[in-house]
């Protein structure tokens, strides 16, 4: 079965840094991407981001481009995504997302985490 | 602020069929695949349609989508009330601003 699991909780003060992880089972990791996508309190959808699971390249929303960083461990097929320099306005639940390993901007994704709570508040 | 428009809530009754717009321009919706998530209370999104009206497989086929020009429509037929949640378009668009505002789906 494919499951993709994600850490627990974060709560953080502004300017400090937080990274989640996304493991991934059931599957050849290789064969697929994750996009990393969020849901402030209330809110909408916001894709952040992806990270080929091949290749290990990646794509960024620009208003993020200088905070975030996305990596792999293919020995445990764990994708993480570190965001820095934490606003309030980054207090979200972060989801990881299942989708292409070549095409970023397939925005199919067929497999999700359940979601990480990040609260930044001093 | 989205570059995808969608209606922020639609209701309906059990049985009925409601439809869910997705308002975008030609180089969102115009160029590319739109795809529909459906957000139950609490809990992760699921992919409802691809490729503008394909259905994975376990969606029941009362969910259908479909595309003209430069927008989409999600519909669901014999509404029923585990239908209630939100409901989200996506769609690649170079601003990178890829899922609409959401639609939250009432059943009355």
């Known amino acids: 079965q494919v499951h993709l699991v994600q850490s627990g909780p974060e709560m953080n003060k502004p300017g400090a840094s937080v990274k989640v992880s996304c493991k991934a089972s059931g599957y050849s990791f290789s064969n697929f991407g994750i996009s990393w996508v969020r849901q402030a309190p209330g809110q909408g959808l916001e894709w952040l981001g992806w990270i080929s699971g091949k290749s290990g390249k990646t794509k960024f929303i620009q208003k993020l481009q200088d905070r975030v960083t996305m990596t792999t461990d293919t020995s445990t097929s764990t994708v993480y995504m570190e965001l820095r320099s934490l606003r309030s306005d980054d207090t979200a639940v972060y989801f990881c997302a299942r989708g292409s390993s070549v095409y970023y901007y397939s925005l199919v994704f067929d497999m999700w985490g359940q979601g990480t709570k990040v609260t930044v508040s001093s | 602020q989205s570059v995808l428009t969608q209606p922020p809530s639609a209701s309906g009754t059990p049985g009925q069929r409601v439809t869910i717009s997705c308002s975008g321009s030609?180089?969102?919706?115009?160029?590319?695949?739109v795809t529909w998530y459906q957000q139950l209370p609490g809990s992760a999104p699921k992919l409802l349609i691809y490729?503008?009206?394909q259905r994975p497989s376990g969606v029941p086929d009362r969910f259908s989508g479909s595309k003209s020009g430069t927008s989409a429509s999600l519909a669901i037929s014999g509404l029923r009330s585990d239908d209630e949640g939100d409901y989200y378009c996506?769609?690649?668009?170079?601003?990178?601003?890829?899922f609409g505002g959401g639609t939250r789906l009432t059943v009355l």
């Open positions: 030609r180089s969102n919706i115009g160029r590319n695949y």
């Open positions: 490729s503008n009206d």
């Open positions: 996506a769609v690649w668009d170079d601003t990178l601003s890829v």
